[in-house]
């Protein structure tokens, strides 16, 4: 049998291997700190968030979808869900705005008290959720010093999901604003583009994805919040109960089954949410 003689290259070296690089490469094996940090970092996300998700999902679906559907579309609690959800949008779309003007204003202007404004900011992560809403209670409450009664309405729980959920937008876009090249605005203004084309056409673009973050994260506070809303609604239901204080009640008229399925339908609409912003947030990297 003839055997094949591979040609051998002009200095008389046997030719090289014919055999990608890739293949060539040793696999590299984990190191050990690796896999021990990742098993940890595992293993406390599913003592903390997982198993915990997970227990409130089954005792909210063990006894079928009938029951489940049935303890959503009580009266009470799907006029909860349904006052959670549409105040949650407005909020969103009012702090996707203002948090912007926010945004711009404390990274643009100049103006005396602007690194008060900028702590003060801040204050609604730092403020217990109850001391809010009690706070808000005796702002716009019946004995109102400004004259303004929003105890007990819907209009109440808006300015309570207003007041706790600020920060997001504002803390996502600002960043964003600071790490602009102010150079390419002025190119664009030197080439003749306006103030609102400028903004619309060079500025808007990288803020979006900002803008986006921010106010899903709004939006996702806003259908779990619970402290700042409890007060000023009254827990009046049909009227100004939100969700979660609708949760609450039932927990305390021992209906864990109906709270269970309640607060499963508020991980479910926070869950599709986070993975649009995911999605949205890979379609804008692909983009540029």
Same mark, same amino acid.
């Given at each position: 049998?003839?055997?094949?003689?591979?040609? +051998?290259?002009?200095?008389?070296?046997?030719?090289?291997?014919?055999?990608?690089?890739?293949?060539?490469r040793p696999r590299r094996r984990p190191r050990p700190g690796t896999v021990l940090?990742?098993g940890g970092a595992l293993l406390y996300l599913s003592l903390i968030v997982l198993?915990? %998700? +997970?227990?409130?999902?089954?005792?909210?679906?063990?006894?079928?979808?009938?029951?489940?559907?049935?303890? =959503?579309?009580?009266?009470?609690?799907?006029?909860?869900?349904?006052?959670?959800?549409?105040?949650?949008?407005?909020?969103?779309?009012?702090?996707?705005?203002?948090?912007?003007?926010?945004?711009?204003?404390? =990274?643009?202007?100049?103006?005396?008290?602007?690194?008060? =404004?900028?702590? *003060?900011?801040?204050?609604?992560?730092?403020?217990?959720?109850?001391?809010?809403?009690?706070? %808000?209670?005796?702002?716009?409450?019946? !004995?109102?010093?400004?004259?303004?009664?929003?105890?007990?309405?819907?209009?109440?729980?808006?300015?309570?999901?207003?007041?706790?959920?600020?920060?997001?937008?504002?803390?996502?876009? !600002?960043?964003?604003? %600071?790490?602009?090249?102010?150079?390419?605005?002025?190119?664009?203004? &030197?080439?003749?583009?306006?103030? *609102?084309?400028?903004?619309?056409?060079?500025?808007?673009?990288?803020?979006?994805?900002?803008?986006? &973050?921010?106010?899903?994260l709004a939006f996702t506070r806003s259908i779990a919040e619970f402290g700042s809303?409890?007060?000023? &609604?009254?827990? *009046?239901?049909?009227?100004?109960?939100? +969700?979660?204080?609708?949760?609450?009640?039932?927990?305390?008229?021992? &209906?864990?089954?109906?709270?269970?399925?309640?607060?499963?339908?508020?991980?479910? =609409?926070?869950?599709?949410?986070?993975?649009?912003?995911?999605?949205?947030?890979?379609?804008?990297?692909?983009?540029?």
């Amino acid at each position: 049998m003839a055997t094949e003689v591979l040609p +051998a290259t002009r200095s008389g070296a046997p030719p090289p291997d014919p055999t990608p690089p890739a293949a060539r490469r040793p696999r590299r094996r984990p190191r050990p700190g690796t896999v021990l940090g990742l098993g940890g970092a595992l293993l406390y996300l599913s003592l903390i968030v997982l198993i915990p %998700l +997970a227990a409130v999902v089954w005792q909210g679906t063990g006894r079928g979808p009938g029951a489940f559907w049935y303890a =959503v579309r009580t009266p009470d609690a799907w006029a909860a869900l349904e006052l959670t959800v549409v105040a949650s949008l407005v909020v969103a779309l009012v702090n996707l705005i203002m948090g912007t003007v926010v945004a711009w204003v404390l =990274v643009r202007d100049d103006f005396p008290g602007r690194r008060l =404004v900028d702590t *003060l900011i801040d204050l609604p992560f730092a403020l217990p959720t109850i001391v809010a809403g009690l706070v %808000l209670l005796a702002l716009y409450g019946p !004995q109102s010093p400004v004259g303004l009664n929003l105890a007990y309405s819907r209009a109440g729980v808006v300015v309570a999901l207003l007041f706790v959920t600020l920060p997001f937008v504002v803390r996502t876009v !600002q960043p964003v604003l %600071l790490e602009l090249d102010r150079d390419v605005e002025e190119a664009a203004a &030197s080439l003749g583009a306006g103030p *609102l084309y400028t903004f619309r056409r060079v500025i808007l673009p990288n803020l979006v994805p900002a803008m986006v &973050s921010g106010t899903a994260l709004a939006f996702t506070r806003s259908i779990a919040e619970f402290g700042s809303t409890v007060l000023i &609604s009254g827990n *009046l239901a049909f009227r100004a109960q939100v +969700a979660a204080v609708n949760i609450a009640g039932q927990i305390e008229s021992d &209906s864990r089954t109906g709270g269970a399925a309640v607060s499963t339908v508020l991980l479910v =609409v926070a869950l599709v949410v986070l993975f649009a912003l995911d999605l949205a947030n890979r379609w804008g990297a692909r983009r540029g």
